[in-house]
């Protein structure tokens, strides 16, 4: 039966609701969106080459279309948005933003110029960071907590499956009708999807598929007179969130200037077509992420059962952390097309294990009536810096570099990519010890979370 909330909307009980059955049918929803997402957020890196021909664009510019334009606007509108998801309907938010940042996509194919594109990725923005906080939120209320590292690993896995997507796809039509022809397609596909959010998910009830539900008052939508500053204030006292926000931070740099720099890294060194270089993309990138997304996620979900220790969840970051960034500082060093695609496949496989278990630990941290603003703190650090400045300053030191280095000031610049993961590895470190700590003094107490 449905019952109401306190904004005074339908929701509906994951029983009630349809089970494990519309349970899995969201999801498959809600991944459909994030993909979709997740191609319109990398598409200009596909087409950099193709548009510098029609629009003439320093390696600067790009890096403020791929990166700074986008992210400052998701950031910026983050917060808000995913307060705004605590407080009222979830499904007909994301469906507005879809239809949104759809609309921004198709208007980034009319562009002349630098200043209508850098609009575009600004609309585009502030849409998508209607995606993952609501998309997240949704998750913890069909799935309960031993299920949740499984379902966040695959929505996690279908944002990497938009890589050769975006690869064979965008890079297929921008080769054959022209690369705004493919934004167009883009565009009009993203509100097809924007109706189908509409149509098929339900509003479940806040905290309902919780081991131990919340207090109704909790579960509800947070108070609307509750000042944001006490409510982020709330999440970052949480144990251990603050360190495991600042290690998956860093460590995201390394997936995000890839997929910001990688597709034009390898048709500069290489000399490779964009139909080429996108299929690559897919293949050593894309298809390694999908594998790492589910394979860490679903480790996690298994050691935590298995052993009944929680820890896990932080220490598998730290050690493909690790890994990755031998691999992503081989693929960057080595000249060589062979080495460059294998340790890139290498590097993306061990990065993107650690998301599921980091995100799942993060939103297990907050109570269900901010879970959605979790969500989108955790976003904020990973987009305003890994995807904003990281990618913006990529492009800063290539043009510095461009005199002496000449085509190959992208590889050099791009080696900030195992520097920020080094950095992920200590911070992810520090959260472990503290971790510990906080289980041994709370082992005559409560669980932790």
Not at 21 to 32: E, I, S
Not at 362 to 368: S, W
Not at 436 to 448: C, N
Request: one cysteine or more; a positive charge.
């Amino acid at each position: 039966m449905a019952k109401t909330s306190g904004a005074g909307e339908d929701v509906h009980g994951q029983g009630s609701a349809g089970g494990m059955g519309r349970a899995y049918a969201v999801l498959a929803v809600l991944c459909l969106s994030y993909m979709l997402a997740a191609v319109d957020r990398n598409l200009l890196g596909i087409l950099v080459e193709p548009i510098r021909k029609d629009i003439p664009l320093s390696d600067t510019q790009f890096g403020l279309l791929t990166g700074f334009a986008f992210v400052f606007f998701y950031s910026l509108f983050g917060v808000p948005l995913g307060r705004l998801a605590d407080r009222t309907n979830r499904r007909r938010l994301l469906a507005v933003g879809i239809g949104f940042w759809s609309l921004m996509t198709a208007m980034c194919g009319a562009a002349s110029g630098f200043f209508m594109l850098a609009l575009g990725r600004m609309g585009v923005g502030v849409g998508e960071a209607t995606c993952l906080p609501v998309s997240q939120s949704l998750i913890t209320d069909y799935f309960t907590p031993a299920q949740r590292s499984r379902a966040l690993a695959i929505l996690t896995a279908t944002g990497f499956a938009a890589l050769p997507v975006s690869g064979l796809l965008v890079g297929g039509l921008a080769q054959a009708f022209g690369w705004r022809a493919a934004l167009y397609v883009l565009g009009g596909a993203g509100v097809c999807v924007a109706l189908l959010v509409h149509f098929v998910i339900r509003e479940p009830v806040r905290g309902g598929t919780d081991v131990a539900p919340a207090d109704p008052a909790i579960r509800a939508p947070a108070p609307s007179r509750e000042s944001i500053v006490i409510a982020i204030g709330d999440v970052f006292s949480r144990p251990n969130y603050i360190p495991v926000l600042l290690g998956f931070t860093a460590a995201m740099v390394g997936p995000s200037v890839m997929g910001a720099w990688f597709a034009p890294f390898i048709q500069r060194s290489y000399g490779m077509g964009v139909a080429e270089a996108g299929a690559m993309i897919g293949l050593f990138a894309g298809l390694p992420g999908i594998v790492g997304a589910l394979s860490g996620g679903f480790l996690a979900s298994y050691l935590a059962k298995r052993t009944g220790d929680q820890r896990h969840t932080l220490l598998i970051p730290v050690v493909v952390c690790s890994v990755a960034t031998v691999m992503f500082g081989l693929c960057i060093a080595l000249d060589s097309k062979l080495a460059t695609l294998v340790f890139c496949a290498l590097g993306t496989l061990s990065a993107t294990m650690m998301i599921a278990p980091c995100t799942a630990f993060l939103l297990g941290l907050a109570p269900p009536a901010r879970r959605a603003l979790a969500s989108s703190l955790q976003l904020l650090g990973q987009n305003l810096v890994a995807a904003g400045l990281a990618p913006l300053a990529v492009g800063l030191v290539s043009d510095a570099l461009k005199e002496t280095f000449g085509v190959q000031s992208l590889r050099y610049a791009m080696m900030v990519i195992p520097v920020c993961l080094l950095t992920g590895v200590g911070c992810m470190t520090w959260a472990l010890i503290r971790y510990r700590r906080f289980l041994a003094s709370e082992a005559t107490a409560s669980p932790a979370p």
